[in-house]
């Protein structure tokens, strides 16, 4: 969709510069054989322009802004199902190495991260110290009172998210 908001907001652009070229180029051409006076020109330019022109070249802004819009929300939707991806089929997966795999920064591995645990599509935790996150399955963890990663008594630290005050690990739930 995003690819063809972009050509039809092109095409649209394109069809109101050449309609705009041709309705100058007519009445110019009226103008000068006599056929229009000057005052009839203007009207038919307001006319033609604001009901023709105008709207096309409005329509072609919106459905260009629009695809570029969508196609850079597309492109972030793609790399966070990377990262769910990755890690999924790993199950353990040092952060370093998602940010190279994913040609990303730390931050936006974290950000995208936490948007997955909240939209419930992603359920482990992270050693933020160790720098790697494990994908677990929430039954695993649901209820568990030990921290998967040392073995220290888990706190819970937000909705959908249980921390271990001694090794750090965040620990992700689904549901």
Same mark, same amino acid.
């Given at each position: 969709?995003?690819? *063809? $908001?972009?050509?039809? %907001?092109?095409? @649209? =652009?394109?069809?109101? +510069? !050449? &309609?705009?070229?041709?309705?100058?180029?007519?009445?110019?051409?009226?103008?000068?054989?006599?056929?229009?006076?000057? *005052? $009839?020109?203007?009207? %038919?330019?307001? @006319? =033609?322009?604001?009901? +023709? !022109? &105008?709207?096309?070249?409005?329509?072609?802004?919106?459905?260009?802004?629009?695809?570029?819009?969508?196609?850079?929300?597309?492109?972030?939707?793609?790399?966070?199902?990377? =990262?769910?991806?990755? +890690?999924?089929?790993?199950?353990?997966?040092?952060?370093?190495?998602?940010?190279?795999?994913?040609?990303?920064?730390?931050?936006?591995?974290?950000?995208?991260?936490?948007?997955?645990?909240?939209?419930?599509?992603?359920?482990?935790?992270?050693?933020?110290?160790?720098?790697?996150?494990?994908?677990?399955?929430?039954?695993?963890?649901?209820?568990?009172?030990?921290?998967?990663?040392?073995?220290?008594?888990?706190?819970?630290?937000?909705?959908?998210?249980?921390?271990?005050?001694?090794?750090?690990?965040?620990?992700?739930?689904?549901?």
């Amino acid at each position: 969709m995003a690819a *063809s $908001g972009r050509v039809i %907001g092109v095409a @649209l =652009l394109a069809a109101g +510069v !050449v &309609l705009g070229a041709g309705i100058l180029a007519w009445l110019a051409f009226g103008v000068r054989e006599g056929t229009a006076r000057g *005052s $009839g020109a203007a009207l %038919g330019f307001t @006319l =033609l322009f604001g009901a +023709v !022109v &105008l709207p096309l070249l409005g329509g072609g802004a919106y459905f260009l802004v629009r695809g570029r819009a969508e196609a850079r929300e597309l492109a972030r939707v793609q790399e966070q199902r990377r =990262l769910l991806d990755i +890690v999924s089929t790993r199950g353990q997966v040092a952060i370093p190495d998602l940010v190279l795999e994913l040609n990303s920064s730390r931050d936006k591995v974290q950000n995208d991260l936490y948007d997955l645990v909240g939209r419930g599509l992603f359920s482990g935790y992270v050693d933020w110290s160790k720098g790697t996150l494990y994908s677990v399955e929430a039954s695993k963890l649901q209820g568990q009172q030990n921290c998967p990663n040392c073995g220290g008594q888990v706190e819970l630290a937000g909705k959908g998210l249980i921390k271990c005050p001694y090794c750090g690990a965040e620990i992700f739930l689904q549901g």
